[in-house]
């Protein structure tokens, strides 16, 4: 069974530096989507890809981020010059279209120092 | 723009017992779709139950079922015969009918099983 995952699971990196996560969805999911969840939080929308299209991108998601689904598979959120204020999880989910549920990876935590 | 509060932040319950997490929501929306989702500990996220705000029948799933109630905006869930793999943060989320699928999540309850 191949879930939604994410690499890498940990990220420690210091301010000002550039990462990026990805995230490969179930295989058939033709939808993604990225979150933030901040501690003591519930999850936050950033952006959704359907297929390759990125459709919407949430007031959340500064210049300084980017997110990529080349040929409508895997997908990458980048964060360029990292601030202490992006560390947070950063989930990433799939689905169907439409979806009955959204399956979620098992997310990418990330401490700016 | 669509809320969703969880007013409880921590609910405790002892083994084998009842308990109820509440969830309230805004929303100007008629079309509309509501959701139980369990994060286990360093685990992912899973869909606990869905309710479909068209539907007047609560939603069930085995030991889990929910309390719509579409006027009032109110929407909770049940844990029936709680087992300590309840155990976990829950979250109730939103999501508007159409095709944008994005979710709007509370902010959690974090639900301890006692023994």
């Known amino acids: 069974d191949t879930g939604v995952s994410q690499n890498p699971r940990h990220k420690i990196t210091k301010r000002g530096q550039n990462v990026t996560f990805r995230c490969d969805p179930i295989s058939e999911h033709n939808r993604l989507y990225w979150y933030r969840q901040t501690l003591g939080q519930g999850p936050e929308f950033l952006t959704y890809?359907?297929?390759?299209?990125?459709?919407?991108k949430s007031r959340l998601l500064s210049d300084r981020f980017s997110a990529e689904r080349p040929k409508g598979s895997f997908s990458t959120l980048e964060i360029q010059r990292t601030e202490q204020g992006d560390s947070a999880m950063y989930l990433c989910?799939?689905?169907?279209?439409?979806?009955?549920?959204?399956?979620f990876g098992p997310g990418t935590r990330l401490t700016v120092l | 723009a669509q809320t969703v509060t969880q007013s409880q932040p921590e609910m405790s319950v002892q083994e084998a017992e009842t308990v109820t997490l509440s969830c309230t929501y805004d929303t100007s929306e008629s079309d509309y779709y509501l959701f139980w989702y369990k994060q286990p500990p360093s685990r992912q996220m899973i869909l606990v139950i869905r309710?479909?705000?068209?539907?007047?029948q609560n939603a069930t799933e085995n030991r889990f079922s929910v309390n719509f109630q579409k006027a009032a905006k109110s929407f909770s869930l049940k844990i029936s015969d709680s087992q300590l793999g309840d155990a976990a943060m829950y979250f109730c989320a939103y999501r508007r009918g159409g095709s944008n699928y994005k979710l709007t999540f509370g902010k959690g309850t974090l639900l301890t099983v006692n023994p």
């Open positions: 890809f359907q297929n390759e299209a990125q459709l919407e």
């Open positions: 989910a799939s689905s169907l279209d439409p979806p009955n549920e959204q399956f």
């Open positions: 309710q479909e705000a068209y539907k007047q």
